[in-house]
């Protein structure tokens, strides 16, 4: 196993400072010659049976040697935090440090890891939160806007099975809104017995549906509160992860639209990084 040096950074992040011995860094030579070997045509030669000394003098040793390294810690960095218990999360940001045929792998990681999150006394935040009191009133007008949508809805679904070319004017007119009364609401299909039982079924409707809102509302209120009051300490490479993941996302649904993302830029008077 490589000789390793720990440190823990800030932001829930940590170091690992290795060296790989030469000998256990040149096992990966073999292995990395014959993954190269397959990637390579070479006149004369089949794909994976190209000599050492030919493929090395065609591709140079670097590649070789960054080939190996690449294994070389793909194998070596689970063990590494397994044995230092490191509560990994998220891919490493690995560098290398010193890299030379017949000579020890240096390298650096750098990965985040399980922040500590401190919570505030939640239940009493939402205890506090929760305790605010407002009562759900429906005004006249909210029902009164309400059935007018609704004989609307209607108009334009008998001017559709009536004429398909109506003009938009004629199908939201009030003039051609059918007339509220018991026939009008008992159409409707809510077992209603006359309009005054539809309008106070109605009204408790609308009510539910403002409660239910108010609840929402309170509960985002509680969150809000956890969140701001709480210690997170994010990693920075989680951050830095989830930008780029967001930028390529917009950039994709402006290419989706058809747009250009230097023209919504330029269009936005932003930067990249302005937007980032």
């Given at each position: 196993m490589?000789q390793?040096?720990?440190?823990?950074?800030?932001?829930?992040?940590?170091e690992?400072?290795g060296?790989?011995?030469?000998?256990d860094f040149?096992?990966?030579r073999?292995?990395?010659?014959?993954?190269l070997?397959?990637?390579?045509e070479?006149p004369?030669f089949?794909?994976?049976?190209?000599?050492?000394?030919i493929l090395?003098?065609?591709l140079?040793e670097?590649?070789?040697?960054?080939?190996m390294?690449?294994?070389?810690?793909?194998?070596?960095?689970p063990?590494?935090i397994a044995k230092?218990?490191?509560?990994?999360?998220?891919?490493p940001?690995?560098?290398?440090?010193?890299i030379?045929?017949?000579?020890p792998?240096?390298f650096?990681i750098?990965?985040a890891v399980m922040p500590?999150?401190?919570?505030?006394d939640?239940?009493k935040?939402?205890k506090g939160?929760?305790?605010?009191?407002?009562?759900?009133?429906v005004t006249?007008?909210?029902?009164e806007d309400?059935i007018l949508?609704?004989?609307?809805?209607?108009?334009?679904?008998?001017q559709?099975?009536?004429?398909?070319?109506?003009s938009?004017s004629?199908?939201?007119g009030?003039?051609?809104?059918?007339?509220l009364?018991?026939?009008?609401v008992?159409a409707?299909g809510?077992?209603?017995?006359?309009?005054?039982?539809f309008?106070e079924?109605l009204?408790?409707?609308?009510?539910?549906?403002?409660?239910?809102?108010?609840?929402?509302?309170k509960?985002?209120?509680?969150?809000?509160e956890?969140?701001?009051?709480?210690?997170?300490?994010?990693?920075?490479?989680?951050v830095?992860s989830?930008?780029?993941?967001?930028?390529?996302?917009f950039?994709?649904?402006?290419?989706r639209?058809?747009g250009?993302?230097e023209?919504y830029?330029k269009?936005?008077?932003?930067?990249?990084q302005?937007?980032?």
């Amino acid at each position: 196993m490589a000789q390793t040096e720990i440190k823990n950074l800030e932001n829930s992040e940590v170091e690992i400072i290795g060296e790989m011995a030469t000998k256990d860094f040149e096992k990966h030579r073999s292995g990395a010659i014959g993954r190269l070997g397959v990637q390579v045509e070479i006149p004369g030669f089949r794909k994976g049976h190209v000599p050492e000394s030919i493929l090395v003098k065609k591709l140079g040793e670097e590649t070789v040697l960054e080939e190996m390294a690449q294994s070389a810690l793909r194998e070596e960095y689970p063990r590494i935090i397994a044995k230092h218990d490191i509560a990994a999360i998220g891919a490493p940001d690995v560098t290398i440090t010193k890299i030379a045929k017949d000579n020890p792998l240096g390298f650096k990681i750098r990965v985040a890891v399980m922040p500590k999150i401190e919570l505030p006394d939640y239940g009493k935040i939402a205890k506090g939160v929760l305790s605010k009191k407002e009562g759900v009133v429906v005004t006249e007008k909210e029902v009164e806007d309400t059935i007018l949508e609704i004989r609307r809805m209607r108009a334009k679904t008998a001017q559709v099975l009536k004429d398909e070319e109506k003009s938009e004017s004629k199908e939201e007119g009030k003039d051609n809104l059918p007339d509220l009364n018991d026939e009008f609401v008992k159409a409707l299909g809510g077992n209603f017995k006359n309009l005054a039982d539809f309008k106070e079924k109605l009204k408790g409707n609308i009510k539910k549906e403002k409660e239910l809102k108010a609840r929402d509302k309170k509960r985002m209120e509680v969150l809000e509160e956890i969140i701001k009051k709480s210690n997170i300490a994010l990693p920075s490479i989680l951050v830095e992860s989830e930008l780029d993941r967001m930028m390529a996302q917009f950039k994709d649904n402006i290419a989706r639209a058809g747009g250009v993302f230097e023209e919504y830029l330029k269009h936005a008077k932003r930067t990249e990084q302005d937007l980032r």
